[in-house]
């Protein structure tokens, strides 16, 4: 059996920085000191401007040739760094796997296979659009691990993007939304603090080697709504009005993160590590999904982790879901904090959304 390998690792996170103050002014809700105190975040990073008067985001003047301004954009930049990391052409790529729930355009897999048309990738190599958030990312490479396992693909690019700028609207992040009649309403307005742009991209081998194996991999299914997103589906279309404004939004369902999040990653954690002769201890270095960095903080608290071993950059770059710990992994890899052949163990761990949870026990 191939080993599962990673060698090539690349990520974009853009220039422009968001501070507390500006995103509160264009989405009322909480103050900027309010902001820092219940997430942590003192900043993010947006690829598009928007305008705090409005609250409504800007689009990039068009025909000026600017790049990146689009979630493929950002995509292409990453996936470029990684193969060069790898060393290995695009030509050479089986499949190319796009995690993200915010692409350019909705349907027919339309960023993967414009990534695929831009990089020349095989006619008979796979691209495909997988609709997923914060936890997809693992989830989806321990599905490629188990195909490259098998033989039956060599080299996979697992793709990972948020694209939150686009999406600043003050109506539909402020608007209501009541998911179960006579309870509690949830507004928009938190996801708008907490979300950031950015891509991440790995390029997965299957083959003898050994540098950056891959020597343990999990994925789960959870049946917890982490965030509600009910526009835009056959059943609430969004021009038929049977939409609202608060279901075109990614709503965050705060306390259940704050109180699912921590008790879903300790067991995956602990999954991931169950069959091997390592402990957290022997980790080291952790790369997590962060909802945002109070509940991260608090999840290293209660699992007893080595704090200065979890990467962290969510207070400045907000969290940038399925693209988070490739971001993380990447940034590590060019600062020489892990390198790719040097038999660190690490660990890549994240849950989200519906909930999909996975996680991956690596040797550099």
Known sequence: MANARVIGVGHFVPQRVVSNERIAKAIPGWSAERILEKTGIRERRFLWDFDTETGIAIAPPEGEGLYPITNTDMCEVAVRK???????????????????????????SHDAMAL?????????????????????????????????????????????????????????????????????????????YVFGDGAGAMVLRGDDGQAGRIISSMSMNAHEELVFRRGGGALKHMHQHRASDAEL??????????????????????????????????????????????????????????????????????????AGMLVLF???????????GGEQLVMLAAVGANVHAGAQLLFT
């Open 82 to 108: 990684a193969l060069t990391m790898a060393d290995v052409s695009a030509s050479s790529v089986d499949a190319l796997l796009l995690v993200t729930c915010t692409p350019d355009e909705l349907n027919f």
């Open 116 to 192: 695929h048309g831009r990089l020349g990738m095989r006619r008979d190599a796979y691209a495909m659009v997988i609709d997923d958030g914060c936890g997809g990312t693992p989830y989806i490479i321990d599905f490629a691990r188990k195909m490259l396992e098998s033989g039956a693909l060599k080299t996979v690019l697992v793709v990972a993007s948020a694209f939150t700028s686009p999406l600043v609207n003050r109506n539909t992040y402020t608007a209501e939304l009541q998911p179960v009649p006579g309870e509690k309403g949830f507004s928009g307005f938190l996801s708008m």
């Open 249 to 322: 939004a990614f709503i965050v369902n705060g306390p259940l993160v704050a109180r699912d999040y921590p008790r879903v990653m300790g067991q995956v954690v602990t999954e991931v590590l169950a069959n091997t002769p390592f402990t957290p201890a022997d980790v080291q270095r952790f790369y997590f999904h962060q909802p945002n960095r109070r509940v991260l903080e608090h999840f290293v608290q209660r699992a007893e982790l080595p704090a200065d071993r979890v990467a962290m950059n969510v207070d400045r770059y907000g969290n940038t879901s399925a």
């Open 330 to 340: 990447s940034e590590d890899l060019e600062a020489g904090t892990v390198k790719l």
